[in-house]
């Protein structure tokens, strides 16, 4: 069987150059890529060497009404590792993010907060 492993997420965001600056604040990324995209919008490719995500932002952007987690094809939450857990939480918390669902389970510990856009990620470190 073919070994696999995940490159990247595609999301849409209402201003992806400011999403693509905190995601590397946040989280010590780097912008692999940026560029023109469908329908007239910009793509910025927010990651490490091995995986990001694809930040896009189209020329007319509809805003997002509200989270829909029980309709089928919604995004319910972007997951990412990190070493220092505590430091993380800290620079999102700076950005004004407010951080929520604190837990420790085997075999790490966790936290979430939702963006501007309505998009929440998990962060979670496996000390």
């Not at 700076?94 to 929440?120: K, M, Q």
């Amino acid at each position: 069987m073919t070994k696999a492993k995940l490159e990247h997420v595609n999301f849409t965001v209402a201003d992806a150059p400011a999403t693509a600056r905190w995601l590397c604040d946040v989280f010590g990324w780097k912008i692999r890529w940026q560029g023109p995209a469908l329908n007239d919008g910009l793509s910025i490719h927010v990651g490490n060497d091995d995986a990001y995500l694809a930040i896009y932002t189209p020329k007319v952007a509809r805003a997002r009404h509200e989270i829909e987690k029980d309709r089928v094809g919604s995004l319910n939450h972007v997951g990412i590792v990190v070493d220092d857990l505590d430091a993380v939480e800290a620079r999102v918390k700076v950005l004004g993010y407010a951080t929520h669902s604190h837990a420790d389970y085997e075999p790490g510990r966790r936290f979430y907060f939702d963006d501007e856009n309505g998009i929440e990620f998990e962060v979670v470190s496996y000390d």
